[in-house]
């Protein structure tokens, strides 16, 4: 009788115990996620956020998010009463294993690595890359995600845009805009030069990067190819450029020479046809 009195006492401390140590490991939990948050959160507002990229901010926050929470789970795992050594030991057999399924993972992480360092872009960018293109709004640890102009979200891997050529659209403030004008083959060449050059002359949105240049650069079946350079800036490329195919035929017209027969217009460059 006293050795089960003696079993159900130790019983019952070791039930309190545990529950003791999984009440307490709940309550580091909660606490521990809020900490996690309230860390991020100061990095993001501190002095030294301020003073990086955001596409740094939100790949450096993501680091720090992973880190602590992993810190947060061994520290759950210790006061459960699971040895440390047990730990080290048990996340050294598995490094490997998982460090081969990850490959992927690891190369994003070393892409996103790279992308900070040489920064071809930062959020708020319009880039083409790897077949896909549009506004960068995030880059994580892993993935960098852009939104296109139609509106839909498109998440590529990190380790692809690093290896893959990138075109910045945004790099630069200026842009050049071409804009292909045939006319028939008995058009006089000075008089189209001159129209296209006074309707691109007064268009205020035409900046004074280069002057703007009507060139003859092909000819075709029974017909003379134009081409209209001007430059202005990046936002207002589009609409600019939707004008300008608008006005060339009516300033054409007015110069006695039409658009000729069977002409075809394409709009080259990229598809951000909504910026």
Avoid at 112 to 123: A, E, K, S, T
Avoid at 127 to 152: A, C, H, M, Q, W
Wanted: hydrophobic residues 45%; glycine residues 8%.
């Amino acid at each position: 009788m006293e050795i089960l009195k003696g079993l159900l006492s130790r019983l019952s401390e070791t039930a309190v115990s545990v529950v003791g140590r999984i009440i307490f490991a709940c309550v580091i939990y909660v606490v521990g996620r809020q900490l996690v948050k309230l860390v991020k959160r100061m990095f993001e507002r501190s002095r030294a956020a301020r003073t990086l990229q955001e596409s740094a901010v939100g790949f450096i926050s993501s680091c720090i998010n992973i880190v602590a929470n992993l810190v947060l789970l061994l520290t759950i795992v210790s006061v459960l009463g699971v040895p440390m050594t047990s730990i080290v030991a048990l996340l050294g057999s598995a490094g490997l294993a998982i460090g081969l399924a990850l490959q992927g993972g690891l190369s994003n992480f070393a892409g996103g690595v790279m992308i900070l360092i040489f920064r071809p872009f930062d959020v708020g960018d319009y880039i083409v890359t790897s077949g896909v293109e549009g506004t960068v709004t995030k880059v994580s640890v892993f993935y960098t995600t852009l939104l296109t102009p139609d509106n839909r979200q498109i998440v590529v891997p990190n380790s692809t845009v690093s290896n893959e050529t990138i075109t910045n659209v945004s790099a630069e403030d200026e842009r050049r805009l071409d804009v292909a004008v045939s006319v028939p083959a008995s058009a006089d060449i000075k008089t189209v030069q001159k129209a296209l050059l006074s309707l691109a002359g007064e268009d205020e949105r035409v900046t004074a990067h280069e002057p703007p240049a009507a060139r003859l650069v092909g000819y075709s079946a029974g017909a003379y190819n134009f081409e209209l350079r001007v430059w202005c800036k990046n936002e207002v490329y589009w609409d600019l450029k939707f004008d300008l195919l608008l006005k060339v035929p009516e300033r054409l017209a007015e110069s006695g020479v039409g658009i000729a027969k069977n002409a075809v217009v394409v709009l080259t460059d990229t598809k951000e046809t909504g910026k």
